[in-house]
């Protein structure tokens, strides 16, 4: 199957920047897209849920008006993360506003609902569902997803526990559509790797969090520059899901690292007030382990920059 022109036109570089919780705003999503990737943000990030609208008023105002002014090299496309879990009573309020503003690509996550993938299909959107393995790859597509994010093992924030070569060649046996690959890509070499694999892109996150334009702390940023695989730690404990994690901040939180219970997801709230989730982004810092490739903070269009000298560089090698 072709890749949807969405996906594969006005991109410098087969890559979606992930949504990350807390960091992901309009400023850090217009420059992704700016320098030719896909950007995207969790709605939840706007907060409270009437910040939605403006926040999509912006981006869209401001992409429009940069394409007219660069019509030879157009933004990328950009994408609102849905969190599909029961305790997130903003859904359907959130789903309206991508509707509202034809949001050209949603990100569902931690469940899939028919109602999401209809609403976006209804003005010519397409759906990426994330999964963790093939069988929640196969209900999502059997619900109307267009697309899965396959997040392996060594992905930051919630991670999955699988190789990526084994996720991707599962469901490459049976889906021909469009599959992108999370876990550990930071670095141009990684990102055409996971096209050799059969993705169609790949999804960075971590590397964006050591960016001028993410809503993060400076240390936060300083901390993914100064660490490396090893210093990831993997837990369910603040969340309730499976996920990665900067060793120091879980020490900062006088917690130690080699010795975490187990968390309860049914605990956790992904609702519109302030929840324990939202301080456990907060203060445990979510980050892959790939980040070894991030030598420095800098902007987004660097980044970017870096990205597509080592890609080219990489298909010149083995060519």
């Not at 997040?151 to 046996?173: D, N, T």
């Not at 599959?179 to 790797?193: E, P, T």
């Amino acid at each position: 199957m072709a890749l949807p022109s969405i996906l594969s036109e006005r991109l410098r570089l087969p890559v979606v920047a992930a949504p990350l919780f807390i960091i992901s705003n309009p400023d850090l999503v217009i420059a992704q897209c700016k320098a030719g990737v896909i950007g995207s943000f969790p709605a939840l990030n706007a907060r409270p849920a009437e910040e939605l609208d403006r926040w999509l008023e912006k981006i869209t105002t401001e992409l429009a008006d940069y394409d007219a002014a660069h019509p030879e090299a157009p933004s990328a496309p950009f994408a609102v993360n849905q969190i599909v879990h029961s305790s997130n009573d903003r859904l359907q309020h959130d789903v309206e506003m991508c509707v509202k503003w034809k949001v050209p690509i949603v990100i569902t996550s931690l469940g899939a609902k028919e109602f999401v993938n209809e609403a976006v299909h209804s003005y010519g959107g397409i759906v990426l569902h994330d999964i963790i393995n093939n069988k929640f790859a196969k209900k999502a597509i059997a619900k109307g997803a267009d697309g899965v994010i396959a997040v392996a093992a060594g992905a930051g924030g919630h991670a999955g526990a699988l190789s990526p070569f084994a996720l991707v060649q599962e469901i490459r046996e049976w889906f021909d559509g469009p599959l992108l690959l999370s876990g550990s890509i930071a670095n141009g070499d990684a990102v055409l790797a996971s096209e050799a694999m059969g993705a169609d892109l790949a999804y960075i996150g971590s590397a964006f969090i050591a960016t001028d334009e993410a809503n993060a702390v400076e240390a936060y940023k300083q901390s993914v520059v100064d660490n490396n695989a090893d210093d990831i730690v993997l837990s369910s404990l603040f969340t309730g899901v499976s996920g990665n994690y900067l060793k120091p901040s879980i020490e900062a939180a006088g917690l130690d690292p080699t010795n975490l219970p187990d968390g309860d997801i049914s605990t956790m709230s992904f609702g519109s007030g302030s929840d324990s989730s939202s301080k456990a982004w907060k203060d445990i810092w979510g980050c892959g382990q790939g980040i070894g490739a991030v030598k420095s903070v800098q902007s987004t269009q660097g980044l970017v920059d870096r990205l597509t000298t080592e890609y080219l560089a990489a298909k010149k090698r083995i060519s």
